[in-house]
Structure formats: structure tokens, C-alpha cells
């Protein structure tokens, strides 16, 4: 590694910022093995392409403090990499779960500060505990979809594009396909929230048997009427419907208020009748199902992965490209936004937004992209899909408390990588990027408290 001092790189990608960031620096990377399995070995067996139906992958599609140094995280609707059946869209019989891990940082006391790429914090992940989903009441599955350890009182959400009721729409609450995007915990600290993008729904499942305790109904322009279980062709779910959510690109984010009383969804992309790249922000009132929708303009992505809040009003939006690693291309966009909802105007009753729409102010917070490659990353290196974000515990750093904001990856569930540069194969781990906060680039920063929750290290559900 070269010896340099790192300050002139730290500052670098604030420079062109909107407002200036007085301190935001990466401290630490930490990674889970793609090739390790989870703690459910119930559903250790082959799914249907010949993955273990267990593999530890795809925990940065989400990703939510849940006190001291716990967090939990969500795969998505499992591996579907591997070719096998396209009028499924290669999708599994994956069970769908939450993971639990412990993310403590650690002093380096190989730390450097002059040489680049030398980080003062390790991050080593562990993994405390694996939740399977389900439900109480029976859910509508493909031929040969519903997983062998449903039983009476606990039937399994999987990832499967098929587990849909056809004569319902994507609001019909008891299908059994869910595809997890992003997760909040409740402040008692016992259940999570989960956007999927299948409906789009909102679900609140328990942290001890991970059965489903409630659903929250979106309004309904974001449904769309006609399902497939397949996306592409003629008779594809993206052809056959003309209003409602993207296929694919549903409720990708997720934020809850520090107060633990207001969930803050977004979309990936605009829905269908929305002019491309106005999205949609959507506020739930937890006790009482209310809604209220933002308009948001993506701009340097081609997509919203996260939102998480800041205080009862801001909130940082994760706006990304799919370019870097996994998609044999550089990573250019990788930005975290800052918006405030204080006296925006509600666009609930808005039939279809677009550049006459009222949208949020944003402001770039972080540029992930300039702050990886200014540490000696290769932009081709950096993961593609940057999906998570959440707070975590202040930290004291040269006696001075700091904030802490934890970014993860979604790796697809591919445990290795070849491309243009790595014809031999790369590693593809989940990664953790860990960057301290300056209070002062957060002056209003409420966090979350959420009551401590005790985990029996098992597989529960």
C-alpha cells in the first residue's frame, strides 16, 4: 500500500457536494463468505436450480440497527442466478427469512493513517440467528410451490414468482410469494417491518417465531391487476399491466422514525402510469394505516435501494445504479441524498406524476463511489447492487462521539464472480462498509431506541 496522507482523499468527493460535509469517513469493511450456509438447516436441502436452500447470501438487500451491536438483515426472494426455468424466472423455493448478526467494531492496531486503504475499525460479522417467515392463515402457492415444512397454523413465504392466487391482484395479502427488500425493527424491539416488491406490501412479522402479525394495505394505484410468474414476453407480468408498480421494482426501501411510529416506504422506480424517475415516497401510520406520498426525482441513478431516517422529518435516500461488481461493468452512481418532508406537499391524489409534480429538495450526503475508490477500491470491484443502509451506535473516536452509518451489498447469492477482469473468478461476498458522521453533518440526528431482545442462537419459525 502506498504511504500518503489520507485527508486530501477523505475531502475529495465533498467538494462538488451541495452543502459541505465537515467530517464523513469510511473506518472500517467487514464480509460474510458467500459460501457459508445459515442457521435454518431445516431448509438445508437443494432448492429446485441445486443451491442449498440455506445459503448465507444476499443480507444486504436490507439491513436495520436493532440495538447495541445487533442488526438485522434481509436476503431477498432468494438465488434465481442460475438458469433453470424462465416461466418462473429461475426463481426457488427459498424460504424466505431475516438473519441476525452481530456487527461490533473493533480498534485496527495495525491501523495506519498514512497509508491509504489502512482502516482504524475491524468488522468482522456473526451470525446469531436465522427467522424463517410465515403465516397463520393458508397461502396460495404454484403447482408443487407450497414448501414440505408447511404445517397446520404455519404456512412459508418463499421467493417463487408462481405462489400467486390468479383471479387476485398483487394486494391479495395471502399469496405466498414475497420478495423482502428492506427491514425496520418495531421500538419494543420484538416483531420487524419488511417492504416486498411483489405486491408492493408492508408486513409485520415476530422476531421470535417470524409468523406475520400484520399487513399494511397500500393505496391502490400501487397493485397491479394482472400476475405472472414470469416478467419478459408478450404475456410477461410487465407487458400485461398498464398502472401500478414496477415489476421488480416495488417498495425497495424502508424507514422507520426514531419514535417508532410512522413507517416511510419508496419505490425502486416510478410506477407504470408515473412519468420514468418521479417515484414515490409513502408515509404509514403505524397505529392507524393512514398514508400520505412524496414525489422524489431520481437523478444520478437509475434506481432508489433505501431510505432511513434521520430524525421524525429527514431521511437519507440510497439512489443507485446496477454498475460495479456482478455486472462486469465501473461503478458510477452509489449516493446517499438527503430530503426533508417538512412542509412537502401530500401527491396521495396525484394520477400520475411528473415534471408538473411538487418534489422533494434533495442534497448529496455521501458519494460511496468516490469514497471507495479514493481508499484504492477499483471502481469494477465496487459491488453493484449498494441496497442497505442503516445507523448504528455512536462510536467515540479520538474523543469525539460520532455517529455511525452502516452501507451493505447485495450479492445475488453468488459466492463468485467472473467478468471481463477477473476471467478466473472473484470473491463476491456480502460486504459491510462502515462511515463515521460528524454531528455536525447531522445537527437534528434523533436516533432510534429500540428495547433489547435476547436471542437462543437457533433457527426459528
Known sequence: MTKKHLLPYLLLPFFAAPAAQAEIDLIAIG??????????TRTAGPLENGVAGNILGGVGSGLAYAGGNTFVATPDRGPNANPYNVLIDDTTSYINRFQTFNLAL?????????????????????LVDTTLLSSTIPLSYGVDGAPALNAVGKYYFTGRSD??????????????????????????????????????????????????????????????????????????E???????????????????????????????????????????????????????????????????????????HEFL?????????????TAIAKKLFKVDLTGATDVSGLAKLDATSPILTK??????????TAIGINANDIPAKIEAVSFGS?????????????????????????????????????????????????????????????????DHG
Open 394 to 458: 455512536d462510536l467515540v473516536i479520538g474523543g469525539v462521539t460520532k455517529h455511525t452509518l452502516f452501507i451493505a451489498n447485495d450479492n445475488d447469492f453468488l459466492p463468485t464472480i467472473t467478468d471481463t477482469l477477473h476471467p478466473n473468478g472473484i470473491a463476491n461476498p456480502n460486504k459491510f462498509f462502515v462511515f463515521s458522521v460528524d454531528s455536525a453533518d447531522l445537527p437534528n440526528y434523533a436516533p432510534q431506541t429500540i428495547v433489547p431482545f435476547v436471542h437462543d442462537n437457533h
Open 363 to 372: 442534497t448529496l450526503f455521501l458519494d460511496v463511489v468516490a469514497e471507495l
Open 238 to 312: 410487465i407487458a400485461v399491466n398498464t398502472s401500478g408498480r414496477t415489476t421488480n421494482k416495488g417498495m425497495e426501501g424502508l424507514a422507520i422514525t426514531p419514535d417508532g411510529k410512522t413507517l416511510v416506504g419508496i419505490m425502486q422506480a416510478n410506477l407504470i402510469q408515473d412519468t420514468k424517475k418521479y417515484i414515490r415516497i409513502i408515509t404509514i401510520d403505524i397505529a392507524t394505516g393512514a398514508t400520505k406520498e412524496y414525489a422524489y426525482l431520481l437523478t444520478d441513478g437509475t434506481g432508489a435501494s433505501e431510505i432511513v431516517a434521520i430524525n421524525d
Open 163 to 236: 405462489n400467486f392466487n390468479a383471479s387476485k391482484g398483487s394486494s391479495y395479502r395471502h399469496n405466498g410469494r414475497l420478495d423482502l427488500e428492506a427491514i425496520r425493527v418495531s421500538a419494543d424491539g420484538k416483531s420487524v417491518f419488511i417492504s416486498d416488491e411483489y405486491g408492493p406490501y408492508v408486513y409485520q412479522f415476530s422476531r421470535i417465531t417470524g409468523k406475520r402479525i400484520k399487513v399494511f394495505t397500500l393505496p391502490a394505484h400501487f397493485n397491479v391487476a394482472n400476475l405472472r410468474a414470469f416478467e419478459a414476453g408478450t404475456d410477461g
Open 31 to 40: 464480509e460474510v463468505n458467500a459460501n457459508y450456509q445459515d442457521l435454518s
Open 317 to 329: 435516500i440510497d439512489e443507485r445504479d446496477g454498475k460495479g461488481l456482478g455486472d462486469d461493468s
Open 106 to 126: 473493533a480498534a485496527n492496531p495495525g491501523y495506519d493513517a498514512l497509508t491509504i486503504g489502512s482502516l482504524p475499525y475491524i468488522l468482522s460479522p456473526f
